[in-house]
Structure formats: structure tokens, C-alpha cells
């Protein structure tokens, strides 16, 4: 099974960008389907960016899209999320998900999760 290790988190201001890392074990990281969702304090846990395994097809929520860019790099098994012009309402735990299919990294259905790493965005 995919261990995942998410690094990156912080306290920033709102207009900062702050670039989130998730770290894989495992030899065949490249042919999961990665991404991230987010949990805010009192409240469910949401979609914010998928990557195929390839990395060629990406999806986003619409709240970042625009903002977030999400991507991997196969030689170091770690996949990124660079967060720019954060806001307030970015503030969450963001986890790092692995899934075989890209459907399912968005559905929220993968087959491993991270433990999460804490962004908090001060206005």
C-alpha cells in the first residue's frame, strides 16, 4: 500500500502563496491517480485538485481554480500543490489522497489517505 507524508503547511498572510508537498513510498507511485482535498474546521472534508497518473490530466475545484496548481514528479514520487493568492477561507487540513483512477481521487474514494498537514490563512 502507498504511504503518503504531506509537508508544507503554515501560518501565511492572505496574498501569500505557500506550495504543499506529499512525499509517496512504494515503486509504483506512477500509476496511481493523485490530489488533495482539504477539511476546514466544522466542516466536511472537500475536493481542491487531482493529477492522473501521467500527470497529463489535472482537475480543480472551482473555488481554486485559477489559484492552485497541482503537479508530480514520478522520479521523486511526490506530488505539489502550489497555492497562490491564498485567502482566509483556504484555512484546512489538507490531506493527500492516492486512487488508481483520477474519478476517484475527485469522489473522495482512494485507496490511502495522508494525515494531513495545517495551512492557516490570516487576513
Known amino acids: 500500500q502507498v504511504q503518503l507524508v504531506e509537508s508544507g503547511g503554515g501560518l501565511v498572510q492572505a496574498g501569500d502563496s505557500l506550495r504543499l508537498s506529499c512525499a509517496a513510498s512504494g515503486r509504483t507511485f506512477s500509476r496511481y491517480a493523485m490530489g488533495w482535498f482539504r477539511q476546514a474546521p466544522g466542516k466536511e472534508r472537500e475536493f481542491v485538485a487531482a493529477?492522473?497518473?501521467?500527470?497529463?490530466?489535472?482537475s480543480y475545484a472551482d473555488s481554486v481554480k485559477g489559484r492552485f496548481t497541482i503537479s508530480r514528479d514520478n522520479a521523486k514520487n511526490t506530488v505539489n500543490l502550489q497555492m497562490n493568492s491564498l485567502k482566509p477561507e483556504d484555512t484546512a487540513v489538507y490531506y493527500c489522497?492516492?486512487?488508481?483512477?483520477?474519478?476517484?481521487?475527485?469522489?473522495?474514494?482512494?485507496?490511502?489517505w495522508g494525515k494531513g498537514t495545517l495551512v492557516t490563512v490570516s487576513s
Open positions: 493529477v492522473s497518473a501521467s500527470g497529463v490530466s489535472t
Open positions: 489522497l492516492v486512487a488508481i483512477q483520477l474519478q476517484q481521487v475527485v469522489a473522495g474514494t482512494p485507496r490511502n
